[in-house]
């Protein structure tokens, strides 16, 4: 019993001298890191103030350089201000100075603009011309021209002056339908045209070379004509005021092979039907007249029956003369029938030809709008080349068709006019024989009255 009390103080004794050891290093360890936390403060602290004299440093010197440039934009405004006073100062003076030379320049400047134009597209280009250049600097320049500039202008619009009513041989460089290059002579017509071997010449100024126009029109000048007429005072030419636009345009011109192409297959009807009529109008044509002369012919010579229809008709009379009136009468409006038929032989077929000509011209133009529309639809309203080939057939077979009806009309009513006069004259004569025969049987019957 009593060892165990004394076991048992023996291990409070010694718990309770560990926990003070422990305790007292737990103290130093606390003081030591106490101490650290200190001398860590104390050099952030010092950082700190470090870094708050370097911004301070910096700050003021910031305000130092603010403060001098400050000085130096009040400086400037004051030397801006000074100068644009200045300025305005100059430029008022300078307004009065110059006075009407601004209105001057800009009527200088304008005629060196068209100048310039009629140096690119005149063919006097085809000479050499001084001055050009300085016409173009005149023309881009932003000042007053000087006095070379302007003398430079007049000298270059004399020239062109004298230029235009020059009729002057020169040599230039063409391009032959080969493609290569060649130098002929040719003579200038002012500034108008050139003028070489086979006609008017087209004459690029960029290029500095001239070509033959694709079409030249009649009666036109070559080099060995105007070369003959040198010596004389006055020549008389064609020309083209227009400068070469006008016989652009007549290579555009188509022909009539080209306008009836554009016809189509309704133009080749109509002209078919054309061709056609007139056959047929110049026979029955060259059959009528034949005809009358038969006829003036039979009429002279009434005894000696011809083949012809007034001959028929006498040979009806003279078959059997002792037939009534009545009888005759018949047998001769029966001829008549018959000969009026074979003399209107044809004409219906020209007026069925004449009626059907503008009703093709009609069709023809249906069907060219038809495809205008086709092409709209495909490609728009946008260019008008594309639509031009329907709008041309609507218009060419209208005019076919017109042009092919006239014709014919009037070829109709001309032989039916020579067919209606030959139908009367035998009428006439039918009529005579009547009367003729009606005599013969009346004065028998007057005698035997008589009697």
């Known amino acids: 019993m009593t060892i ?52 301070k440093a910096q700050k003021n010197a910031l305000i130092a350089e603010r403060k001098q440039l400050q000085k130096e934009s009040d400086e400037l405004s ?52 001084e001055h050009r250049q300085l016409i173009s600097d005149i023309v881009a320049a932003k000042s007053l021209p000087s006095m070379a500039q302007l003398t430079g202008l007049w000298q270059t619009m004399a020239q062109q002056v004298n230029a235009s009513s020059e009729l ?16 002929i002579n040719a003579y200038r017509l002012g500034n108008m045209a050139l003028v070489g071997d086979d006609g008017f010449l087209q004459w690029d100024n960029k290029k500095q070379v ?37 016989l652009e345009q007549l290579a555009n011109t ?51 029956l011809g083949k012809n229809p007034l001959g028929r008709v006498l040979a009806v009379y003279d078959a059997e003369k002792q037939r009534s009136v009545e009888a005759l009468e018949l047998r ?15 004409l219906s077929m020209l007026k069925l030809l004449a009626a059907l000509a503008p009703m093709l011209g009609l069709l023809g133009t249906v069907t060219g709008m038809i495809e205008t529309f086709q092409v709209i639809t495909q490609f728009g309203n946008g260019d008008p080349k594309v639509m031009a080939g329907g709008i041309s057939m609507a218009l060419v077979t209208t005019v076919l068709g017109l042009v ?41 019957n007057a005698m035997n009255m008589a009697a």
């Open 168 to 183: 002057e041989s020169t040599t230039i460089t063409m391009i032959n339908g080969s493609g290569h290059r060649q130098s």
């Open 210 to 246: 001239a070509t033959y126009y694709a079409q030249q029109p009649e009666l036109m000048p070559t080099f060995a004509i105007l070369s003959e007429m040198q010596g004389q005072q006055t020549i008389m030419m064609a020309s083209d005021p227009s400068r070469g636009i006008m």
């Open 4 to 55: 165990k009390p004394l076991i048992l103080a023996i291990s409070l004794l010694c718990f309770s001298t560990y926990s003070v050891s422990a305790s007292s290093e737990l103290v130093q360890e606390t003081k030591q890191a106490s101490q650290d936390q200190k001398q860590h403060n104390a050099q952030r602290e010092s950082g700190f103030k470090q870094t708050e004299q370097s911004l």
């Open 254 to 304: 188509p022909t009539m092979k080209e306008r009836l192409q554009a016809g189509g297959v309704v133009g080749k009807i109509i002209i078919g039907l054309l061709l056609i009529g007139l056959i047929i109008s110049l026979f029955n044509g060259v059959r009528l007249f034949v005809i009358r002369q038969q006829i003036r012919k039979q009429l002279k010579q009434p005894q000696e």
């Open 332 to 346: 001769l409006l029966e001829t008549i029938v018959d000969e009026q038929q074979g003399l209107e032989k044809g």
């Open 78 to 129: 004051a030397i801006f201000s000074k100068n644009e006073k200045a300025l305005a100062t100059l430029e008022q003076q300078l307004h009065l100075e110059t006075g009407s030379l601004g209105e001057l320049f800009g009527v200088v400047r304008q005629t060196a603009k068209d100048l310039d134009s009629e140096l690119k597209s005149s063919v006097s280009g085809a000479v050499n011309v």
């Open 404 to 444: 092919a009806a006239m014709p014919l009309l009037l070829t109709h009513n001309i032989l039916s006019s020579q067919a209606e006069s030959i139908r009367t004259i035998l009428e006439k004569q039918g009529l005579g024989l009547v009367a003729e025969q009606a005599e013969k049987i009346a004065q028998p």
